[in-house]
T-cell receptor
C-alpha cells in the first residue's frame, strides 16, 4: 500500500537560514509523482513543487527545492533563506504520475520561522 | 478569475441531516476533486472527476455522493451526516488528469453534532 511518512511534527528555523523538511514514501508503482504543499494558518492549500519519479534532475521552484533520492524513497523539501511568511504546515503527497486517483498526503510538518 | 470557490465556509449539521457542499471553478479545468482534512492528518481523497459526467471514488468515499453535470461545478453531497464527518473539506481542480498542479478552494469547515 502507498504511504507517506513525515517524521517531524514540528520544526523551528532562524530567519534567513535554510531548512529541510523530511518526507519518505512507500509505493509499488514504478511511475509516480511527489508533491509538496504549504498550508498557512489561514487554511488554504498552496502547491509548491512537483517531482516525477523518472525526472533525473531535482525539482526547483524559487527558494524551494526537492531533494529526491529514489533508492531511499525520500523526497525532502529544502527551503532556502527562510522568511517569516514561510511559517506554515507543509504536506508531502504522492500520486501515480500525473494521475490523482491514488493521491495520498502525509500528516504534515509544522514549520515556525523565528526572527 | 475567481479560481476555485467553495460554499459555505462554515456549516453545522445535526446527525442525520443531509446537505450539499458547493464547489465551482472558472478555469475550465477538466479534473476536480474533494478532500477532507482531519486534525493531525493530511488530506484524504473522497471523490474525483476527470471530466463532466465522469466521477470515481477516492480513499474515503463512504457517506458521500458527487456528480459532475458541468465542467465548472462539482458538488459534494452528505446523505445522512454523522459526527465522524466533522472535518474541513477542500475542493481542488487541475487542468487535466496529466497536470501535476492542483488549485485548492478555501475549504468548508463542517461540524456534525
Amino acid at each position: 500500500a502507498q504511504k507517506i511518512t513525515q517524521t517531524q511534527p514540528g520544526m523551528f528555523v532562524q530567519e534567513k537560514e535554510a531548512v529541510t523538511l523530511d518526507c519518505t514514501y512507500d509505493t509499488s508503482d514504478q511511475s509516480y509523482g511527489l508533491f509538496w504543499y504549504k498550508q498557512p494558518s489561514s487554511g488554504e492549500m498552496i502547491f509548491l513543487i512537483y517531482q516525477g519519479s523518472y525526472d533525473e534532475q531535482n525539482a526547483t521552484e524559487g527558494r524551494y527545492s526537492l531533494n529526491f533520492q529514489k533508492a531511499r524513497k525520500s523526497a525532502n523539501l529544502v527551503i532556502s533563506a527562510s522568511q517569516l511568511g514561510d511559517s506554515a504546515m507543509y504536506f508531502c503527497a504522492m500520486s501515480r504520475r500525473t494521475s490523482y486517483d491514488k493521491v495520498i498526503f502525509g500528516p504534515g510538518t509544522s514549520l515556525s520561522v523565528i526572527p | 478569475n475567481a479560481g476555485v470557490t467553495q460554499t459555505p465556509k462554515f456549516q453545522v449539521l445535526k446527525t442525520g441531516q443531509s446537505m450539499t457542499l458547493q464547489c465551482a471553478q472558472d478555469m475550465n479545468h477538466e479534473y476536480m476533486s474533494w478532500y477532507r482534512q482531519d486534525p493531525g492528518m493530511g488530506l484524504r481523497l473522497i471523490h474525483y472527476s476527470v471530466g463532466a459526467g465522469i466521477t470515481d471514488q477516492g480513499e474515503v468515499p463512504n457517506g458521500y455522493n458527487v456528480s459532475r453535470s458541468t465542467t465548472e461545478d462539482f458538488p459534494l453531497r452528505l446523505l445522512s451526516a454523522a459526527p465522524s464527518q466533522t472535518s474541513v473539506y477542500f475542493c481542488a481542480s487541475a487542468e487535466d488528469q496529466e497536470s501535476y498542479e492542483q488549485y485548492f478552494g478555501p475549504g468548508t469547515r463542517l461540524t456534525v453534532t
